[in-house]
C-alpha cells in the first residue's frame, strides 16, 4: 500500500512568487494536514482538511492557503513568497472518523522549498 | 495555548545502551499523544500512538509511556543500535481541532 506522497521534492522560488506543493495521501483516508518545519522553529501546524473542506488552520498569514479535491488529495499553494517561508512541508493523512484518541497521523516525505 | 518540551535536546549514547527521552506538556487535556522520528532531512515515521486512556504502548524495543495528570510522557529504547540514530520527535493532539502540537525534539546518535 502506498503511504502519503508529496510533490515536487524540492522547489526553488524567488521572493514574490507562488508556490503549489501537492500531497495524495494514503487510500481511504480523508483527512490531509500540512505542517511547516522552518529551520530552528520546530513542526507547526498549517491546515487541515477533511472531506474537502477546510476544517483548522494554524497561526499563518492567509498567504498560506490550501484546497483538497474529491479524491482527498490537496494542494497548498504559498503567494507573495518571502525568504522566510524557506522550509520543509509536510502532508500528513488519517482516518478521520471522529475517533480523536485513535487518529493516527501519517507523514510524507516532504517537499523542501526554498525562497532567494 | 498547548507547548511541549523534549529533554534532552541531544544525547549521544554507545550501542547496547539503554535510554530515555523525555516529554512534556502543559495542557493535560490531550486526546493522545505521538512519538516519530526523523532522518535528516526527511518526513518523520510513527512509532507510537497512545490514547489518552492508556498509561503505555510498546513496539518491539520500544515502550512508551504516558501520565496525563503531570503531562508527561518517556519514551525507553531498549538495546540501542546505530541504526536508531535520529531525531525523535513527540506530538499531542488537544482538543477537536485534529491537529498536532509537537515538540522541538531530540537529536539522538548511537556510536559504534
Known amino acids: 500500500e502506498a503511504g502519503v506522497t508529496q510533490s515536487p521534492t524540492h522547489l526553488i522560488k524567488t521572493r514574490g512568487q507562488q508556490a503549489t506543493l501537492r500531497c495524495s495521501p494514503i487510500s481511504g483516508h480523508t483527512s490531509v494536514y500540512w505542517y511547516q518545519q522552518a529551520l530552528g522553529l520546530g513542526l507547526q501546524f498549517l491546515l487541515w482538511y477533511d472531506e474537502g473542506e477546510e476544517r483548522n488552520r494554524g497561526n499563518f498569514p492567509p498567504r498560506f492557503s490550501g484546497r483538497q479535491f474529491p479524491n482527498y488529495s490537496s494542494e497548498l499553494n504559498v503567494n507573495a513568497l518571502e525568504l522566510e517561508d524557506s522550509a520543509l512541508y509536510l502532508c500528513?493523512?488519517?482516518?478521520?472518523?471522529?475517533?480523536?484518541?485513535?487518529?493516527?497521523?501519517?507523514f510524507g516525505a516532504g517537499t523542501r522549498l526554498s525562497v532567494l | 495555548k498547548q507547548e511541549v518540551t523534549q529533554i534532552p535536546a541531544a544525547l549521544s549514547v554507545p550501542e547496547g545502551e539503554n535510554l530515555v527521552l523525555n516529554c512534556s506538556f502543559t495542557?493535560?487535556?490531550?486526546?493522545?499523544l505521538q512519538w516519530f522520528r526523523q532522518d535528516p532531512g526527511k518526513g518523520l515515521t510513527s512509532l507510537l500512538l497512545i490514547q489518552s486512556s492508556q498509561r503505555e504502548q510498546t513496539s518491539g524495543r520500544l515502550n512508551a509511556s504516558l501520565d496525563k495528570s503531570s503531562g508527561r510522557s518517556t519514551l525507553y529504547i531498549a538495546a540501542s543500535q546505530p541504526g536508531d540514530s535520529a531525531t525523535y520527535l513527540c506530538a499531542v493532539g488537544t482538543g477537536t481541532a485534529s491537529k498536532l502540537t509537537f515538540g522541538t525534539g531530540t537529536r539522538l546518535q548511537v556510536t559504534l
Open positions: 500528513a493523512s488519517s482516518q478521520h472518523r471522529g475517533q480523536l484518541a485513535k487518529n493516527i497521523q501519517y
Open positions: 495542557d493535560s487535556a490531550i486526546y493522545n
